[in-house]
């Protein structure tokens, strides 16, 4: 069965690495991306900057488990022959895996809810601070958690931009509306 096994060096993999003919190789496989860049959802700009390289680390940090099972229709056949896992890269995949196992990762909405109630608490103490008190102090404590509550808004805008942080595509982008168009002004067209 080995010998069936079709191999390239990494320099045959370096160079293709230009618009129109991109491949990277995760774990030791080799994928042509060419065609896949336009309808990547993290734009073409990455698989640009890291065509003709070994990108497993990249690919584990950046995509859900789920994206695994798309590989196959973009393998090309191949594996590296001269591939070989850096000692901070074998550190680095054994954390993720620690933290997989650990069900770190998993996606957890009821986190998003919190952050969201916490945000509404705060917009909720700025409103009554400076609607109903005049005291100078109770205005600077309700301009200080509206910037709070503006970051936290910023932060779960940004990660329902990127991924689900709730339990379907709806919620998400209910919560991108809120989050991003409503309370920080940034659009969700991108998303």
């Known amino acids: 069965m080995e010998c069936d096994k079709k191999y390239i060096t990494i320099q045959q993999l370096e160079q293709h690495n230009k618009p129109g003919d991109l491949w990277v190789s995760i774990n030791g496989n080799v994928y042509n991306v060419s065609d896949w860049s336009k309808y990547h959802p993290g734009g073409e ?9 070994d990108v497993t680390d990249a690919f584990t940090a950046y995509h ?21 896992v850096s000692e901070v890269s074998k550190d680095y995949r054994n954390l993720i895996h620690e933290f997989a ?3 770190m990762f998993e996606n957890k909405g009821h ?4 952050t969201l109630t916490s ?3 705060m917009f909720g103490f700025v409103f009554y601070g400076v609607l ?4 100078l102090w109770v205005h600077l404590c309700s301009a200080m958690m509206l910037g709070m509550a503006w970051i936290q808004s910023a932060y779960i805008g940004h990660d329902s931009g990127h991924y689900i942080v709730m ?20 659009s969700i067209a991108w998303g």
């Open 45 to 53: 700009t990455p698989l640009l900057n890291l065509a003709g390289k």
């Open 167 to 186: 339990s379907g595509h709806g919620w998400n982008k209910l919560v991108q509306l809120i989050t991003g168009n409503c309370l920080i002004g940034i």
């Open 101 to 103: 196992k650990a069900g």
């Open 64 to 84: 859900p488990t789920t994206a695994w099972q798309y590989l196959n229709k973009f393998f090309t056949g191949y594996r590296l022959k001269d591939y070989k």
């Open 119 to 121: 945000v509404a608490a």
């Open 132 to 135: 109903c008190c005049n005291s």
């Open 111 to 114: 986190t998003a809810v919190f």
